[in-house]
């Protein structure tokens, strides 16, 4: 009963972060469009969340459960749980110094680590090859990010201009939710399956990836009440730290991070989506020159990206050594 408790305590709590850190910025970016509903925003992302999986598979799921170390065995759910919570601290304590950054890397790191110091097998390629595409998709951002915003100042203005950029914002909005559930999302579908997991049949090995509608439809729930709660203080940083005004710019931005995310995704390869906005909007906004970006927000922000990975790794190992020895 207290293994199911604490699974279940971690699953809520991760995923309510999850839409604190993940779920705000997407719709902070969105709302950065003037006339964007903010309630149809926020209600096409949680319906995208809910059926994504339904439609687009769990690939990036079984990644965190399958590909990164061998959770299959009896203390597999545990070791899961402790690399969770490694990254869940690690992340709140980066982020209370105003180091925002990426928890997907964090879980990563973490989950990795405690099944290195557990003695669980670690595959390492599997692990190279995530790490790569994780590092890659950024950069891909941020190159069509400075393409698009390049593009858009050369798109001629005309009456309708207006609502055709609108409706392009809808597309690019959408499309963003789509790349996010299929990829940077799976990761809240992975720790909930687990703690769904271990409330059935109790701790044990990480068993398959499931996703029932009843829980599926708490989780895009939850999400969003996370979203909704830190949206305020996220769209504030958004404006600190990277500038981009023009519409078309914000559509280039969206365009820029769905493309490197659902890139990944075709690997099956789980990247950040919040590390793809930002680096989407940093290449729109340095369209203009250099000066139209924040620089020091951006180098807090990659200092925090650099600290992530070693610091949940070494801290996994820990706990993961721990559980060990006792």
């Known amino acids: 009963m207290e293994w199911t408790l604490a699974f279940a305590v971690v699953a809520v709590l991760f995923v309510l972060i999850s839409g604190a850190n993940d779920g705000a910025t997407l719709i902070g970016l969105g709302l950065r469009f003037p006339s964007s509903p903010g309630w149809a925003m926020a209600a ?28 299959g065995t009896r203390d597999g759910a545990t070791v899961f749980l402790a690399g969770v919570l490694i990254a869940v601290a690690v992340v709140a304590v980066l982020s209370g ?6 928890l997907t890397l964090a879980v990563i790191g973490g989950i990795t680590g405690a099944g290195l110091g557990a003695g669980l097998p670690v595959s390492w390629p599997a692990l190279g090859a995530v790490l790569a595409i994780g590092a890659g998709a950024p950069l891909v951002g941020l190159l069509l990010g400075y393409l698009l915003g390049a593009l858009s100042r050369r798109v001629p203005s005309y009456r309708r201009m207006p609502r055709l950029v609108f409706a392009a914002h809808l597309l690019a909005y959408t499309a963003q ?9 799976q990761k809240m579908i992975a720790v909930v399956s687990v703690a769904v997991g271990v409330g059935r049949h109790g701790p044990g090995g990480v068993g398959p990836v499931e996703v029932p509608p009843a829980w599926m439809a708490a989780l895009a729930a939850l999400f969003l009440v ?3 709660t830190s949206l305020t203080r996220v769209g504030e940083r958004l404006g600190r730290g990277l500038v981009i005004t023009r519409p078309l710019h914000i559509v280039s931005a969206e365009t820029a991070a769905t493309g490197a995310v659902l890139g990944s995704s075709a690997l099956g390869s789980p990247v950040s989506m919040t590390q793809s906005i930002t680096a989407g909007v940093v290449g729109v906004a340095a369209s203009e020159g250099a000066r139209r970006v924040r620089w020091q927000s951006v180098m807090n922000m990659g200092t925090a990206w650099l600290i992530t990975l070693p610091s949940s790794m070494a801290l996994g190992g820990v706990a993961g050594l721990t559980l060990r020895l006792l």
Do not use: H, K, M, W
């Open 226 to 228: 996370g979203a909704l």
């Open 97 to 102: 110094r105003g180091l925002p950054t990426s």
């Open 177 to 185: 939710c789509v790349a996010y559930a299929v990829n940077d999302g």
């Open 44 to 71: 096409l992302l949680a319906v995208v969340i809910f059926t994504g999986p339904y439609v687009l598979g769990i690939a990036v799921a079984r990644t965190f459960t399958e590909r990164l170390t061998g959770l």
